[in-house]
């Protein structure tokens, strides 16, 4: 007892202080750690109060299995595969896409790119000739970039959970092109 | 503003709650009445599990043997779960190659292995596996038995994944011995408990007790290895 509150009320204050920063922090990785953080705690609570069977099982589970599987799940899914779709090109040269790169399109490209690389996405750009709609079929893709004479015009499927501030970063960083978003719908 | 405000309140409802539930006594737990006696069903179990069920562990009393129903659809729940899982990746996999011409990479070499991790789980490999086949060995007369031990073994398969994913578990086979070893948890309690040779045989309790665990510990980890590799590799065939 320290000064009138046990032991167990401090630790169970302390995990519902872990559950609300894990809910508000930005990065996946810190909150997964203090999701193991929070089993943790809650193993020591079932050992104080006399359970050490389901504290072995909390202990294992929660800060063992679930963080390894949670982690798991990140290294996985760490690829966004953006796919520029330049129909009308006869050939596809580096000269091309060096061009294309150094444009005021390009730039919003690696506007887009930079901003993957801040939620710890690994942006993954491929260059196409196959058009938007072969490649929509394909369902191979995070994101579909289609640049034109005058438009720039960028296709999200709408089950990714990146979509919605990508469209306001393009709304943001369009300033002279014609830019447009549109979501298309996970494969059939 | 609103949103942030009614969060803190909230918080603020929740500690109350946590300290006022704290400091509150319990009560113990009430006599169950069973026909015309009243019977203190803890204290039976605390009095009678040793000679009745020959372990010196009053929880793996319980789940394998008072309650060993509780324990078999435990086991069910998990093979179902796992099933599942590897119907659903099975829906998922696209077969046909990529059709798209040319690539290029960008940030190459950010999925490096961390030299710190690989060698710690090295060191720890013969330990945690030792520790394992001890929680699920001692189940009865310690704390811990078949789903903590398995669970143990199976973080420590996973951690390996974690260190190097290299895809050289056959998950089909593993989940055919994981069905076979269901069956095997299923049949010897029925024919152990409800033929009533636990009553006839005092010796066979302590064996009974050791083999459930094992078995069970062998099953939970094979079943969570595969979901992991599930997880790990979801293109390739199983």
Known sequence: MIGGIGLDSILLLMTVLIAIVAVWTKILRHAVILLGIFS?????????????????????????????????????????????????????????????????QGQLLSEIERFCL???????????RESVAKIAEDGRFDLIVHPEESRFTVYGREDNYLVDELEMLLILHSTDTDTEFVRIGAES | MIRSIAVVIFVALLCGTVLWLSNTEGDPVTPVAAGDDIIDVPGYVLQNF?????????????????????????????????????????????????????????????????????????????VVILFGFYVIANGHNTPGGGFQGGAILATLFIGRFIVNPINDVNASLLHDVEQALFVLILLVPVVFLFYEFSGQFPALNEPFLILMNVLIGIKVCLGLTIVVFRFGFDEENV
């Open chain 1, 118 to 128: 801040s939620r710890e996405l690994e942006p993954e750009i491929v260059y196409s």
């Open chain 2, 50 to 126: 040793e000679e009745q069920t020959g372990a010196r562990n009053a929880v793996a009393a319980i789940y394998l043997n008072y309650r060993v129903y509780d324990t078999l659809f435990e086991a069910l729940l998990l093979l179902i779960a796992i099933v599942g899982i590897i119907h659903f990746f099975r829906i998922g996999i696209r077969s046909e190659p990529r059709t798209i011409t040319h690539q290029r990479r960008t940030q190459a070499g950010a999925t490096e292995q961390s030299d710190i991790i690989s060698r710690i789980t090295g060191f720890l490999y013969p």
């Open chain 1, 40 to 104: 943790f705690i809650c193993s020591f609570l079932y050992l104080y109060y006399g359970a050490p069977d389901v504290a072995i099982a909390e202990a294992v589970i929660g800060s063992g299995l679930v963080m390894l599987l949670y982690l798991t799940a990140i290294k996985r899914y760490r690829t966004y595969s953006i796919i520029v779709s330049v129909e009308n090109e006869d050939r596809l040269e580096d000269a091309t896409m060096q061009e294309f790169a150094g444009s005021s």
